[in-house]
């Protein structure tokens, strides 16, 4: 048994210039960050994880469930993360409390992976396939003016890539998203699958109205119409919408995912391994979404530990209901913005050839960090 023996978070940033700030409808943003959390085991492994959110925040809860996680064994984090949710109760669930958990157990597996000689998928289902196929997510807002062109020359860049489908930002108001709708379609080709993002800046009417305009361009889902906590107003859309509605990104643990699964309040359920609870809530989310015969896609906007340990959650995943011909791959977000973080902390990061992402064959997630890029994103 091995027992772990340190946690540590390491805050990690990149910041960008002002005039190169891009986001989406609710703000614009000139910082990528995480907080990277390392598990040290009594035996020497170390593991890597990624919590979501303020590092210094996650960082700060740290100090309150370490001494619980203290000389437990790596392979039983799953039991003293729940115990804290028992013990802590009044902190709630939607905080970086939660998005540090799913950090420690990313790491975990990492370390279990690596002491055990095997890649994180076969630890949580077993390796399914060899490549998990990614979509070009970008198509951001930003400070030009001429939005349009903008939001071209990012669409461009990918459009000649092998991707088989792309996601733009959207939500502003109904009427531009048309414009940008209409300009995506023409540069990406009618083959690929177009995915927009509202981010939840619309109000169920609203979000309606957008849908019935957009619908034309073939859109394969409409992700986060709504704000996260109207649940009344995504029972309303799973009703009415014209088109798929996705989302699920900003739902901390299970007990929020179960409500969105078990209403079928959405076709694609996108939970955040970085802030959910980790690997262990992702591998219980594909199980009920199997269930209900729900699709899935993780939402990845982090660092690349997050997107390793979103590429072995898709890679253990079963193709069911399918046997053959599956009509639409479960996809992996592949953030095509800038963000240093994404590749350039790892010896040798996870690439995206083609449109397909290589799922690692080393044992645990599979990446090494690279010490010096870790210093220099490092803002201890």
């Known amino acids: 048994m091995s027992r772990i023996r340190d946690i540590r978070v390491v805050p990690l940033q990149w910041r960008m210039p002002d005039s190169d700030a891009y986001g989406m409808a609710r703000g ?8 990277m959390v390392l598990i040290e085991t009594e035996d020497g492994v170390q593991g890597i994880g990624e919590a979501w959110g303020p590092p210094g925040v996650v960082r700060a809860y740290l100090d309150l469930v370490k001494p619980l996680f203290f000389g437990a064994s790596v392979f039983a984090q799953r039991g003293v993360a729940q115990t804290i949710f ?14 540090l958990l799913s950090g420690i157990d990313i ?14 998928c076969d630890l949580i289902g077993g390796r399914q396939r060899d490549h998990v196929p990614a979509y070009a997510s970008g198509g951001y ?30 939500g502003r108001r109904p009427q ?66 014209p088109l798929p509605v996705a989302t699920g990104e900003a739902l901390y ?8 699964i078990d209403g079928r309040l959405a076709s694609i359920v996108q939970p955040d391994l970085a802030l959910c609870g980790g690997l262990d809530v992702a ?21 690349g530990i997050g997107l390793a340990a979103a590429v072995h959650w898709v890679a253990s995943l079963p193709d069911y209901p399918h046997s053959g011909n599956v009509p639409y791959p479960t996809l992996v977000e592949y953030d095509v913005g800038r963000n240093p973080l994404q590749n350039d902390i790892f010896a040798e990061p996870i690439r995206c050839e083609n449109g397909m992402l290589a799922v690692p064959t080393g044992p645990g997630l599979g990446v090494t960090l690279d010490a010096d890029a870790v ?6």
């Open 375 to 380: 210093r220099r994103f490092s803002v201890e």
């Open 176 to 241: 531009e998203d048309v414009a940008r709708v209409q300009l995506a379609r023409k540069i990406i080709g009618d083959d690929a699958l177009l995915c927009v993002d509202i981010n939840g800046n619309y109000t169920a009417d609203v979000a309606l109205d957008s849908m019935a305009r957009i619908a034309p361009f073939g859109i394969h889902w409409v992700e986060e119409p709504l704000a996260p906590q109207d649940w009344r107003g995504y029972q309303a859309l799973a009703a009415r919408a």
């Open 253 to 260: 643990t299970l007990f929020d995912l179960r409500r969105l």
């Open 283 to 303: 591998r219980t989310v594909g199980v009920l979404c199997g269930a209900e015969h729900l699709r899935v896609s993780p939402h990845v906007w982090g660092s």
């Open 86 to 99: 028992a013990k802590f109760y009044h902190l709630g669930t939607q905080n970086g409390l939660v998005a």
């Open 141 to 170: 807002f930003t400070r030009a003016e001429d939005h349009l062109g903008a939001l071209a020359a990012q669409l461009e860049r990918h459009a000649g890539g092998g991707f088989p489908a792309f996601k733009i930002k959207i």
């Open 28 to 35: 614009l943003t000139t910082s990528r960050g995480c907080g």
């Open 107 to 120: 790491a975990a597996h990492d370390a279990m992976g690596k002491l055990l000689g095997v890649p994180v």
